[in-house]
Structure formats: C-alpha cells, structure tokens
C-alpha cells in the first residue's frame, strides 16, 4: 500500500502555462471539436493549482493503424471501407478520449514486408513509410508506385502523419488462412521506438472480422508511463493519458501483477528523439494502482538502473510487457575478451514473490540453455558456477527468441577453487599429524623416555614444512590468472588466506621448542 505520506511527495507539480488561448487555437483547427475539448483539458490542467493531474495524464494516445489485408475475393474495397469505420465507431465507444486514433493503408513496401511477416518489419521500414506519405501527401497526390501496386492506396488526407507527430502506431494484418483468417497486431512505440510482443487472434468468420481486428489492437497495445520516483526497490510510475477514464468500464489497461520494462529516452536540446536505450534484466511488477500512481516493485540484475531525479535530457519511461508464453535461449558467455561461451554453467530460478528455486538446466557446449515459460511470467534466473554466484537475471521468456548475457568468466577461479580445496585438505591431514606426534611426545618426554621422545621429534621434522607449502602455493599462483578483475581478486584472496591458515597452523618454532626442551631435560646432551 502507499502510504499517505509518500502519496503527498509523489503528487505531480502542474507546469506552468504560456502562451496564449490553446481552447481557442483547437477550436479554429481543422477536426476542431475532439481537440478543442482535449486542449481545454489541458488548459485546466496547466492552471490547476499542484497535486492535479499533469499533461502528461491529459493528453491522450495518438494512434495510427495501419490496416493490411491479405488476398481474397471476400475482402472487396467496400470491406475494407467497411471495417475501417467499425474500428472507429468501436474505439469511439469503448475506449473514449484515452485513443485518438487515425485508420490508413501502408504503402506497397511496408504491405509487402507484412504480409511477409509483421514481427520482422523494423523501426526503419515504418519511419521510412511515415516519411514518404508526408511528402506525398505534401506534393498533393499519391505517388504512382503505390497506385499502380496496391489496391488498398489511400487519398493524401488518409496519409499517416510524420512518425514524431504520432505516440503508436499499430500495425494491423487480416490475412485469409485455409480454415479462416488471422488478424495479427504489432505496436510501435515511438516514443521509446519499441516493440510490442505481436497479437494474434484466429477468425473462422468475416463476420468476425471487426470484433477481431479490435480485440488484436487492444492486446497489442502497451501503455506508457514515466518514472516518477524510485525509493531503493519501490518505484512509482505516473501513467500516460491517465485522466481519461474509458467508456467500457470492463476494459482496464493496468491492473496489479501487469509488468513494465524501463527504457532510457535521450533527447536533445529541442527535445527530439536523440537515442534510445532499453535497460536490459530489469522489470517493474504493478502491486498497486492508485490515484498517485502505479506502486512497483523493481527486480533488476543491474546496481540501481533507475534515478530517482531527473536527468536533463533523459526521460526515465517505462512499457508495458505481455508474455507470449513461448520459450527464451540464454547464451553466456564472457564479459571480457574475447567472450568465450560459458560452458557447464548452472542455471536456477525462482518466481519473483518467492525465493525456492528450481533448476532450469546447465549450458552446453555453446553456453546456451533453453529457458521455458513457468507459471509467473517474471522468472528470475540465478547464474551458478561451482558453489559461486554470478548473475542474478529477471526475465520473461518469449519476449526474446534469444537473448545474451555478458557474465563474470568464472573458470579461473573454480579451477583456483579445487586446487585450493585439495591443499587445505592436505593441510588439515598434516595439522593433525603433527598434533597426534607432539601429543605422544609430550606423554613420553612425562615419562622420561628421552629417546622414544627424539625419535618423535625426528618425525615430526620429516613432515612437509610450512616453506614446502608455501613454495607449493606460490607456484600454483603463477598457473592460475584471470582476465576478470573480481575473478583475479577472488583467486588472490583464496591464496592469501590459505597462506595465513599455513603460516599458522606450521609454525615450525613449535617443533624447535620441543627440542629445546628435550635438550634442557637431557642436561645439554642430544
């Protein structure tokens, strides 16, 4: 639960507004209605006193769709035109000023790549779409490429706008299959220019084909939030468009248990887009939505991979992830050259509200191991090489075909680690050696059995000495090197104190004093 004090920290300060009437300029705007009522919320916003809602809860998605279908007789331009209305008519009445959402057909080359496969189509081919309607619909016309190669070709005013105008774009296919068709959903991102995991619905019936075609934009959607502060592993998320309540009061976007992955947005002094880095092995897990904001808790394998200030020109921002459900390769492999894979590496793992583990298999011969999904979608792996840990790593399988991670090389030092296990053993064997000889000795120097008493002596002088050890240690030292510096530093403190446990435990003044006794008992005489 939050509690009212960190409630009150946490209440956003409402910027303040300049300029002139932002009412008065939607109003006159072309489409002025919708956008005359969203910036009169942002004008109550702007002038509301702090602790309201900020713009950044009343401002709405700005989604374009772009609808491809595949070939079939059935799906006639009056369909299509069609289908395109009913997904208006169902945002309109569904979800309400939470979506502002455009309809268009992709170009021929973003068709082609999707009808090929939507989970390949890069950042690239859609920004390069977005970029050629703005022209075209600039130079007043279609181009003739697209007229003359798909049907499906839109006036310029059905043009995207320019990608940076927009907050998704939704990819949308309807392709017929054998026993049906399948709409298939994939998001991008463009303030973070990520991906959503792609949706896919199975239709036996055209007739069914708008309820899907919503129902695949719904689940691919992936909501936005920013980081608005981060208390050790307690971090509070102020999500986007949050002000708007939705019309259908059963559809809930966030709800506890959804998971966030936090993504680095770097702008520069204009405030465009300058890059873009997703902060790998960390997660965000929704315990509690509240008027304050979504309270998370943070599972990372990284030291502290969020700010609680802000940062100049970085936005701390965060998405939402849905499990696919599929399994994830993990391959490790070296953090230092040349990256070797890690080979015979255990892998455990454990759900993130409980700490029993489970083994989830060792790396092969590629340092790989297949990770499955389980039944909490969050699975936090433990990286293990002998009786050391390496890695802690969250995850959820099947966000990723395959994923790589850069771990300590611990081959050095579990090599290191045996050599070291055996010696202490010899050495435990020979302190107890030395311990029974000079307890005899001491029982017949008692009884004044001067020559049974040297004897003993002598044995204990045949024992290996601390010096042999010593030169033993020193050797196998020099074997034993590794590039990792913590490794090298692990190696060299498992050295040093099985140096100290010789110097200690083979003292050979301990033996000269018994010979002294021996010689002082005898009168002088050896």
């Not at 389980?374 to 840990?389: I, K, Q, T």
């Not at 790589?404 to 081959?411: I, K, P």
Request: with cysteine; hydrophobic share 40%; proline share 7%.
């Amino acid at each position: 639960m939050i509690s009212p004090a960190r409630k009150r920290r946490l209440e956003p300060r409402s910027p303040r507004r300049r300029g002139g009437s932002a009412v008065g300029d939607a109003a006159r705007a072309p489409g002025g209605l919708f956008r005359a009522t969203v910036a009169g919320l942002l004008v109550c916003a702007l002038a509301a006193p702090a602790g309201a809602q900020t713009v950044w809860e009343l401002t709405p998605y700005r989604i374009q769709v772009l609808l491809a279908f595949g070939h079939a007789p059935e799906l006639t331009p009056e369909f299509r035109a069609e289908l395109t209305q009913a997904l208006h008519g169902r945002v309109d009445a569904l979800i309400g000023a939470f979506w502002d959402v455009g309809v268009s057909a992709p170009g021929a080359a973003l068709r082609y790549a999707m009808l090929r496969d939507v989970a390949t189509v890069t950042v690239e081919l859609v920004e390069a779409e977005c970029s050629s309607r703005e022209a075209t619909a600039s130079a007043g016309g279609a181009s003739s490429s697209d007229a003359t190669s798909s049907a499906e070709a839109t006036s310029p005013d059905d043009a995207p706008p320019p990608l940076d105008d927009l907050d998704k774009v939704i990819l949308l296919l309807i392709e017929p299959r054998p026993s049906g068709y399948r709409v298939v959903a994939r998001e991008l991102d463009v303030r973070t220019r990520q991906w959503s995991t792609p949706a896919s619905v199975p239709v036996w019936h055209d007739g069914k084909l708008r309820d899907a075609s919503f129902a695949a934009m719904r689940r691919a959607f992936a909501p936005l939030a920013q980081v608005l502060a981060v208390e050790k592993d307690d971090v509070t998320l102020r999500l986007r468009a949050a002000g708007f309540p939705l019309r259908d009061e059963t559809i809930v976007m966030v709800r506890p248990g959804d998971l966030f992955r936090p993504v680095i947005r770097h702008n520069d002094r204009y405030g465009k887009l300058k890059g873009v880095l997703p902060i790998e092995w960390t997660f965000l897990t929704v315990e509690e939505v509240a008027p304050a904001g979504l309270a998370c808790k943070l599972y990372t394998g990284l030291r502290s991979p969020l700010s609680g200030r802000r940062r100049g020109r970085y936005e701390q921002l965060a998405l939402t992830v849905a499990p696919p459900g599929k399994p994830t390769r993990l391959t490790l492999r070296s953090r230092t050259e040349p990256h070797d894979p890690l080979i015979g590496y255990d892998v455990f793992s454990h759900p993130p509200d409980s700490k029993k583990t489970d083994l989830v298999g060792r790396t092969d011969r590629l340092g790989s191991v297949l990770v499955p999904p389980a039944d909490h979608p969050l699975r936090v792996l433990l990286v293990r090489n002998g009786s050391e840990f390496l890695a802690r790593l969250p995850m959820v399988p099947g966000i990723e075909a395959q994923v790589v991670a850069d771990v300590r090389n611990d081959d050095q030092r579990l090599e290191a680690e045996g050599f070291i296990r055996g010696l202490q053993e010899e050495l435990i064997d020979l302190v107890t050696r030395r311990e029974v000889l000079m307890a005899q000795y001491q029982a017949r120097f008692e009884e004044k059995k001067y020559d049974e008493a040297e004897k003993l002596i002598r044995e204990l002088r045949a024992l290996e000495t601390r010096d042999d050890f010593a030169l033993h240690l020193a050797q196998e030292q020099k074997k034993v090197f590794s590039a990792d510096k913590l490794s090298q530093a692990k190696i060299d403190q498992m050295f040093s104190k099985t140096h100290k446990l010789v110097t200690t435990y083979l003292d050979p003044s301990v033996i000269e004093q018994l010979d002294r006794q021996l010689r002082e008992a005898r009168g002088g005489r050896l």
